[in-house]
T-cell receptor
Framework: DAKTTQPTSMDCAEGRAANLPCNHSTISGNEYVYWYRQIHSQGPQYIIHGLKNNETNEMASLIITEDRKSSTLILPHATLRDTAVYYCIVPMDSNYQLIWGAGTKLIIKP | EAQVTQNPRYLITVTGKKLTVTCSQNMNHEYMSWYRQDPGLGLRQIYYSMNVEVTDKGDVPEGYKVSRKEKRNFPLILESPSPNQTSLYFC????????????FGPGTRLTVT
């Protein structure tokens, strides 16, 4: 079973920041949090990952709470092309394979 | 261009007819993996390979086989396909194993009648 909890769907206005929350209360100390997205039925696309410090790259920012039980992916200026399903993923303990949940369907509206 | 390719992209077949879906990557990645995706669900891992000649079962390996004879290729074999294997299949590769950024192929939509 997925080790994360995400809202099923969210809307965001074009040009605004999209904030996607994720709960991962059972995360252990050495597990990273990964974010991917999937546009329609294309292959998923890596966005960002982090351990405990906030991370930023050209696509997004990742804010991880101090207790590491939740995180937020931020798309600073959402565009229509950001409409996708966003997956927050924490690896399994035993072999570090990623367990994917159903994700959050983000719809960017004009 | 760095990429993961899959063939075929679409396949309709009948129950019991053996088939192979090929996956190839040109990034010299050691880690490769196969996933299936069903409507409304996230990806479920079928098999993965940490390196040449090293493969391991994922969450849903039943009915599938894989081989990793060379680094760039990781074919998925369905010896006797059944309708419950109708799904969208993705191959992925990574330089750092599952911990690193995984690159995904475009997907293979398989229908078994």
């Amino acid at each position: 079973d997925a080790k994360t909890t995400q809202p099923t769907s969210m809307d965001c206005a074009e040009g605004r920041a999209a904030n996607l929350p994720c709960n991962h209360s059972t995360i252990s100390g050495n597990e990273y949090v990964y974010w991917y997205r999937q546009i329609h039925s294309q292959g998923p696309q890596y966005i960002i990952h982090g351990l405990k410090n906030n991370e930023t790259n050209e696509m997004a920012s990742l804010i991880i709470t101090e207790d590491r039980k939740s995180s937020t992916l931020i798309l600073p200026h959402a565009t229509l092309r950001d409409t996708a399903v966003y997956y927050c993923i924490v690896p399994m303990d035993s072999n570090y394979q990623l367990i994917w949940g159903a994700g959050t369907k983000l719809i960017i509206k004009p | 261009e760095a990429q993961v390719t899959q063939n075929p992209r679409y396949l309709i077949t009948v129950t019991g007819k053996k088939l192979t879906v090929t996956c190839s990557q040109n990034m010299n990645h050691e880690y490769m993996s196969w996933y299936r995706q069903d409507p409304g669900l996230g990806l479920r891992q079928i098999y993965y390979s940490m390196n040449v000649e090293v493969t391991d079962k994922g969450d849903v390996p039943e009915g599938y086989k894989v081989s990793r004879k060379e680094k760039r290729n990781f074919p998925l074999i369905l010896e006797s396909p059944s309708p419950n294997q109708t799904s969208l299949y993705f191959c992925a590769s990574s330089v750092q194993g599952p911990r690193g950024e995984q690159y995904f192929g475009p997907g293979t939509r398989l229908t078994v009648t």
